[in-house]
């Protein structure tokens, strides 16, 4: 059924695609039973596949990664395709448009997708009055970044602002500071500017009465010194975790004709996956498992799955996989880990 759905959404511009998804979406789950229906197919439940990172029980491992719900305008619909965890952002503390249209596109003949989206969101006051109105138990990830007229400079009292903003609504954080889609943005993992900005976050996470764990999310391109920095910034800042990886900026390999023509931007999917395995492989052994990963990148079966879980992720996200694959994917994922 997927693929007749995919056929026609192939047929539309990328990101009028997904507007559209989740009006039919929204549509379709307001049929009395179809909740019901899509549960049954899609949700996977056994005890096998509960997992306990970072002090959070989440019901199976595989989460919706950040960038498919940007403004928290469909959670509640998405737990329906049998998500573990959800997480929405990029969120910025003031609404922008991002970058100019046309930012989103499909490289079929490598199953990926180069994006130059810049953080379009509606700004995090917005997320916060749908948050309120949340009725799933599904673990909600907040993905926080600056805005991208914000100096790096200044770049802490933008993640401060949707850090203490977001903080009753959800029940993790992610700093992105690994998108090569603002300018300048991947500054920032410099490690005398990320420790920084980390460390403020969980100074500010202690003065909670309840406090969340803080992941880092960082780019697939980054040097084996570069990780090696990584590893010892979460050691410093005390942060509860990496997600691995971002998208990435090269272009090495890639079968998709002319891709070069379609400007810059990070690329996701197949393209990424060897890398990102590669870099879960690597931090979770420099480290000796000293942190939980969650891996993403170019998860579009469920032995894609397994050998990140193998490399060393404790949980594994996808996005580009479920555009391609659908809402199966994570099922399928969740009943292979059952029969391993």
Same mark, same amino acid.
């Given at each position: 059924?997927?693929?007749?759905?995919?056929?026609?959404?192939?047929?539309?511009?990328?990101? =009028?695609?997904?507007?559209?998804?989740?009006?039919?979406?929204?549509?379709?789950?307001?049929?009395?039973?179809?909740?019901?229906?899509?549960?049954?197919?899609?949700?996977?439940?056994?005890?096998?596949?509960?997992?306990?990172?970072?002090?959070?029980?989440? #019901?199976?491992?595989?989460?919706?990664?950040?960038?498919?719900?940007?403004?928290?305008?469909?959670?509640?619909?998405?737990?329906?395709?049998?998500?573990?965890?959800?997480?929405?952002?990029?969120?910025?503390?003031?609404?922008?448009?991002?970058? #100019?249209?046309?930012?989103?596109?499909?490289?079929?003949?490598?199953?990926?997708?180069?994006?130059?989206?810049?953080?379009?969101?509606?700004?995090?006051?917005?997320? !916060?009055?749908?948050? +309120?109105?949340?009725?799933?138990?599904?673990? !909600?990830?907040?993905?926080?970044? =600056?805005?991208?007229?914000?100096?790096?400079?200044?770049?802490?009292?933008?993640?401060?602002?949707?850090?203490?903003?977001?903080?009753?609504?959800?029940?993790?954080?992610?700093?992105?500071?690994?998108?090569?889609?603002?300018?300048?943005?991947?500054?920032?993992?410099? +490690?005398?500017?990320?420790? =920084?900005?980390? &460390?403020?976050?969980?100074?500010?996470?202690?003065?909670?009465?309840?406090?969340?764990?803080?992941?880092?999310?960082?780019?697939?391109?980054?040097?084996?010194?570069?990780?090696?920095?990584?590893?010892?910034?979460?050691?410093?800042?005390?942060?509860?975790?990496?997600?691995?990886?971002?998208?990435?900026? &090269?272009?090495?390999?890639?079968?998709?004709?002319?891709?070069?023509?379609?400007?810059?931007?990070?690329?996701?999917?197949?393209?990424?996956?060897?890398?990102?395995?590669?870099?879960?492989?690597?931090?979770? %052994?420099?480290?000796?498992?000293?942190?939980?990963?969650?891996?993403?990148?170019?998860?579009?079966?469920?032995?894609?799955?397994? %050998?990140?879980?193998?490399?060393?992720?404790?949980?594994?996200?996808?996005?580009?996989?479920? !555009?391609?694959?659908?809402?199966?994917?994570?099922?399928?994922?969740? +009943?292979?880990?059952?029969?391993?």
């Amino acid at each position: 059924m997927y693929q007749v759905v995919k056929t026609i959404l192939f047929w539309m511009d990328p990101e =009028k695609a997904h507007n559209f998804t989740f009006k039919i979406i929204r549509l379709v789950l307001r049929i009395p039973g179809v909740k019901n229906i899509w549960r049954s197919v899609y949700v996977v439940e056994h005890k096998s596949l509960e997992r306990e990172v970072f002090g959070i029980s989440f #019901p199976n491992p595989v989460g919706l990664a950040a960038g498919f719900d940007k403004d928290a305008k469909l959670y509640n619909e998405l737990e329906y395709c049998g998500f573990g965890f959800i997480e929405v952002g990029t969120v910025t503390p003031l609404p922008q448009e991002g970058n #100019p249209k046309k930012r989103l596109f499909r490289l079929i003949a490598d199953q990926g997708i180069l994006n130059r989206m810049g953080f379009n969101n509606g700004g995090v006051e917005p997320m !916060i009055e749908r948050l +309120k109105s949340r009725n799933t138990k599904v673990v !909600i990830g907040g993905n926080i970044g =600056k805005n991208k007229a914000t100096p790096n400079d200044k770049a802490a009292e933008d993640y401060e602002i949707c850090f203490e903003a977001l903080h009753p609504y959800v029940d993790y954080f992610v700093v992105n500071v690994s998108s090569p889609n603002t300018p300048n943005l991947r500054e920032l993992q410099d +490690k005398e500017p990320l420790t =920084k900005l980390l &460390s403020l976050l969980v100074k500010l996470n202690h003065k909670k009465t309840k406090q969340l764990p803080i992941l880092l999310k960082i780019a697939p391109d980054l040097t084996d010194s570069q990780l090696d920095d990584i590893i010892s910034i979460v050691k410093d800042t005390s942060i509860d975790g990496i997600i691995a990886t971002n998208t990435t900026v &090269s272009r090495d390999g890639l079968k998709t004709l002319h891709v070069d023509d379609l400007g810059p931007g990070g690329v996701s999917g197949k393209p990424l996956t060897k890398r990102s395995t590669e870099v879960i492989k690597y931090l979770h %052994e420099k480290s000796n498992g000293a942190f939980p990963i969650i891996g993403v990148g170019g998860i579009h079966s469920a032995k894609d799955a397994i %050998e990140k879980l193998n490399a060393g992720a404790s949980l594994v996200q996808v996005y580009t996989g479920f !555009i391609y694959e659908g809402p199966k994917l994570i099922s399928r994922i969740n +009943k292979a880990l059952i029969r391993k």
